[in-house]
């Protein structure tokens, strides 16, 4: 059972017009991750506190004394947005059963890049969610170190050339297949996971909006085109995350109390992933061969998925 | 009313700041520290205090932790030692730069290796430049009294600045003693309740953390700075409050038996007691030595300094850190550089001892108030010494 229902009914007019992440901040032109950001604010609202990771969404929305953030905002340092959002949620909680701030549910969300979740802050990720805080932790997955220019990290896909795994004439880029951190966020658990894009907005708005209702831990994994670290033209950003999905790449899912659901309309049979790496110039030393080990991979990834939609139940389906 | 109790330093620390009403406390395990925490999580499971103890899995995420509550307006309490401290220090600069008045207590333990969990000062050392308020506790009484004051210090409007107390790993952590604990009405009518200049809500939009170019980060160190130095003056305002409501006197410097002393020694810590009883032997042996105890790290008192070893012919400077291959000891440079600009400034020897848990006997502060009367008539080649080096 859905927590919130019909949320295919989630409809443009719905959106809060309200502005929570402003224009002026200084991301670069077809940032899919500031756009992500955007719509996980308006599908917050107002009674929220964000906490950030260091890395590019606070460099390019904090410079002082300017800032892009209309909610309450804290940034700390690279490793650590989760365990500051256990300060966070911790404070907001006892704080309100004393009595010194007004008896009201306000939600923590932590935010961060792939390398300040799935590398650098994946310790303080997994305390945070193991211990069950009543916080949403959101990883926008550009897939590298974009901020510091382009390093790979442990979210960067098998394949893609990096400034610190680059192509050359010994090497296709990098050799180790992406780390799926939303499987670790499951086994840790949490009731609520999912996986979303920005190219598909209003599924990443319903499943934030899901996740703030969870009282206790959840977890968004949302990839974010980067033009500038892909080698792709920023009026392709939309067209990039809808081809990772489309391809199987990225499929869109949600992970409800152990129950797996793809959450978006799937084409009846994947599109060859070769569309989605050829408009990327990370890619474009791979050869045929090289595309084709990461088509088998693809496909073997989405079956594994979708054999978890099948055959897995709701936890609740398992107490006999 | 005040009780005297007797009880191991550890758990009257948690019980100090228990009676400060704490909000969140955010702890990981390392020795010698873990009693605090262990204490406080036992005051919490039974109900006497309402707070969140957050069980964090790093010292880097217990920091962070407590920056966050901190920034929503709790009051906040964590407790390390040695590779813990470590461990937090790339938060350690961002929560002054922060001005969160977070409250550490340091169990001073070794920095490794070889590993080492005894005591010296080589962790709080290592992060004395980091814009926090530092006091060095001598014995269980001042513990208990310095977590109390802490609260409102670090938390006055004045200030605004985190602040950690020291207190040597098992040389106090682990040691019983008699103290004297004020009731929660004493605590309660010295301690207000805190009220944040600004703090995390939807009510009040604040952006926290945010980047500093070049353009505005000088200015960012300069304001770190002046309110440590400033801070100074609301540390005294609150010492002065604390002798008139519970009788015990604080003051950066404390002396004793300095007065006509041709030789001084300075301690800081644990070692505090011992001195002062090598002292009462001096004067036994008709030798005029006094002694120093510094309780006030930072910010450094320069002043209370240079007036505390006006006649003094020779000082003698303990320190409980290595800085390698520096100039002297940590404490033995930072007090050379204060009087450096003194006509009258005594002659400074430095001893480094007491690492890594070796003892510092009575004895040993006999034998360095013996090295320097020596010094006065013949000036030591080197800046400092590592005392006591079996095998030299």
């Known amino acids: 059972m859905n927590i919130v229902e019909n949320f295919d009914l989630y409809a443009p007019r719905l959106v809060d017009k309200e502005e929570y992440f402003s224009v002026g901040h200084r991301a670069c032109q077809g940032c899919g991750e500031a756009l992500a950001i955007r719509l996980m604010c308006k599908a917050l609202g107002k009674e929220t506190v964000i906490v950030n990771a260091t890395g ?29 959002g256990s300060g966070v949620e911790a404070g907001l909680k006892v704080l309100r059963r004393k009595g010194k701030i007004p008896d009201r549910d306000i939600k923590t969300v932590s935010i ?28 926008f997955d550009n897939e590298a170190y974009m901020n510091t220019g382009i390093q790979r990290s442990g979210a960067t896909p098998f394949g893609a050339s990096t400034t610190t795994e680059p ?66 033209p920023p009026e392709l950003t939309i067209t990039a995350g809808r081809l990772a999905v489309e391809t199987g790449v990225f499929p869109l899912y949600e992970v409800e109390n152990g129950k797996y659901r793809i959450t978006v309309e799937m084409p009846e049979k ?51 | 009313m005040t009780k005297r109790v007797g009880m191991e330093i550890a758990f009257a620390a948690a019980e100090a700041a228990a009676l400060c009403r704490i909000d969140v406390i955010a702890a990981y395990p390392i020795t010698p520290n873990t009693h605090i925490p262990e204490h406080l999580s036992d005051i919490v499971a039974d109900g006497r205090l309402d707070a969140e103890f957050i069980c964090v899995e790093s010292e880097h995420s217990a920091l962070s932790a407590c920056c966050g509550a901190s920034g929503v307006g709790a009051r906040v309490f964590t407790a390390t030692s040695s590779q813990g401290l470590m461990f937090m220090g790339e938060v350690i600069p961002i929560v002054s730069a922060m001005r969160l008045p977070v409250v550490m207590a340091i169990g001073n333990r070794a920095l490794s290796g070889p590993i080492n969990i005894w005591n010296d000062h080589s962790d709080i050392m290592w992060q004395r430049d980091e814009g926090w308020i530092s006091l060095f506790a001598s014995n269980g009484q001042e513990v208990v009294d310095m977590i109390i004051q802490s609260f409102k210090i670090a938390e006055h409007r004045d200030v605004m600045l985190p602040l950690n107390i020291n207190l040597d790993g098992f040389q106090l952590t682990h040691v019983v ?49 002046m309110a440590l130095i400033n801070s100074k003056k609301v540390i005294l305002k609150i010492w002065k409050e604390w002798e008139e409501q519970f009788g015990r006197k604080y003051e950066p410097i404390e002396a004793y038996k300095t007065e006509g002393s041709r030789i001084l ?9 011992t001195a002062e009883a090598a002292i009462d032997e001096l004067h036994k042996r008709k030798i005029s030595a006094g002694l120093l105890k510094l309780k006030l790290w930072r910010p450094f008192p320069s002043e209370e300094l240079r007036k505390a070893v006006k006649g003094a012919k020779v000082l003698a400077v303990m320190d409980r850190a290595v800085s390698f291959g520096g100039a002297s000891g940590p404490v033995g440079a930072e007090i050379r550089s204060a009087l450096y600009d003194e006509p009258d400034r005594p002659l400074i020897i430095n001893e480094i001892i007491g690492l890594g848990g070796r003892d510092v006997t009575l004895e040993d502060f006999i034998q360095i108030a013996e090295k320097a009367a020596m010094a006065e008539k013949k000036k030591p080649k080197e800046a400092y010494e590592i005392y006591g080096v079996r095998g030299s």
């Open chain 2, 265 to 273: 020694l300075l301690t800081m810590g644990s070692m505090d007691e």
């Open chain 1, 270 to 320: 994947l599109r060859p992933v070769e569309d989605y790496i050829k408009i990327q110039g990370r890619f474009r030393h791979l050869s045929a061969d090289e595309i084709e080990m990461i088509q088998e991979k693809v496909i073997q990834e989405y079956n594994k998925l979708l054999d978890k939609v099948n055959n897995l139940h709701s936890w609740s389906d398992l107490k006999e």
């Open chain 2, 177 to 225: 003693e008699p103290m004297l604990f004020p009731d929660q009405g004493e605590v309660d009518r010295f301690l207000p309740e805190y009220k944040p200049y600004a703090a995390l809500h939807p009510d009040h939009v604040v952006s926290m953390g945010t980047l500093g170019l070049p353009e505005i980060f000088t200015e960012a160190m300069k304001a770190k700075d």
């Open chain 1, 56 to 84: 590019c969404m606070e460099v390019i929305s904090s410079m002082y004394p300017t800032t892009a953030w209309k909610l309450p905002w804290i940034h700390v340092a690279f490793p650590n947005s989760a365990s500051v």
């Open chain 1, 112 to 139: 961060g890049g792939d390398g300040g979740t799935v590398d650098i802050g994946l310790q303080a990720l997994s305390g945070a969610m193991e211990r069950g805080h009543d916080l949403l932790y959101v990883c």
């Open chain 1, 167 to 232: 192509a050359g004439l010994a090497s296709s880029g990098k050799k180790a297949w992406k780390k799926n951190v939303t499987e670790i966020m499951v086994a840790h658990n949490v009731p609520y996971v999912a996986t979303a894009c920005h190219s598909y907005p209003f599924d990443l708005m319903n499943k934030v909006k899901k996740a703030r209702k969870i009282k206790g831990p959840s977890y968004i994994h949302c990839l974010s085109v980067c033009p500038t670290g892909w080698r792709l």
